[in-house]
């Protein structure tokens, strides 16, 4: 009988109490593949980039992320990551995953009835940093309205409480990340998928590897935001183009990428609890070193795009 493997969560966006972890998605994913028990002298540490009490822990160190940052392999063993290429050490493992809607957006249904009596298009943020999506909500706006249901920009006299039903209601949907940089795609463009609306997309320049091109319009297809723009209007007043957009399946060839397939994402895992550490990391007492969160402005998306096409 195998026995449970012993596990620790911190640093992580909620507290550590066993029901905080219990209801973590990550901790909800594994538990569905291997028999957990949590522990305060675990085998295996999980943590995140919300705190450093990684660094109290002597053991084999499990980086996970949903935010644009870089693993840091002289503190983690193995991560879960944004970031190409996939390796030994690195998985790369988009948010949108383990939101579950990898599974919603490969059983959605064909019934695309009433997408012409839609409204325009939606967008519902609640970062006030994230300057290039700001920026396109007003060029789109100047030509038709844009309904503000989030904390930015709100222009329907409250934030809603329904976003999946909020974005059923648009022809459209503005779906930026909060930066530029390649393999970064969190829930943004899977939730508008989700709800039968056509993404208008801005974030990871290599997007299309997560997701088929033909379901949403891609702003890294385009040389600045006033062509971008003046597709979508194209779009907007052509239903049979429109149509071709919302019919398209949200996944290339009609099936989940390699990264979000959980057979492949499961023979990581299991070859990180069933083997050896690969390397040496920082441990109690070593001087604490900071991620960096780099990100990209819009100028360099296409350059990126090409420097990263070797992966």
Known sequence: MQLPIKV????FWHKNSSADIFANP??????RYFDLELSKHPDFLIYSCFGKQFLKYDCTRIFFTGENIRPNFKECDFAFSFDFPVTTRNYRLPLYHLYGHTELLASKTDDFSGFSDRKFCNFIYSNRKATERIEFFHKLSQYKRVDSGGKVLNNIGGRVDDKLKF???YKFTIAFENACYPGYTTEKISEALLARTVPIYWGNPLVSRDFNP????NCHDFECFDAVI???RKVDADDELYHKYISASAFSNGTDNEFVNE????????R?????VLSQVARPGDRLKFWT????PWDFSKSLARRWKRY
């Open 8 to 11: 620790a969560f911190t640093d």
């Open 26 to 31: 990550l901790y909800q994913l594994l538990s």
């Open 167 to 169: 974005l059923q209601s």
């Open 214 to 217: 033909d379901s949403f319009i």
């Open 230 to 232: 003046e597709f979508v």
């Open 263 to 270: 057979d492949n994402l499961i023979k990581q895992l299991q």
């Open 272 to 276: 990180i609890f069933s083997g050896p």
């Open 293 to 296: 969160h780099p990100s990209r």
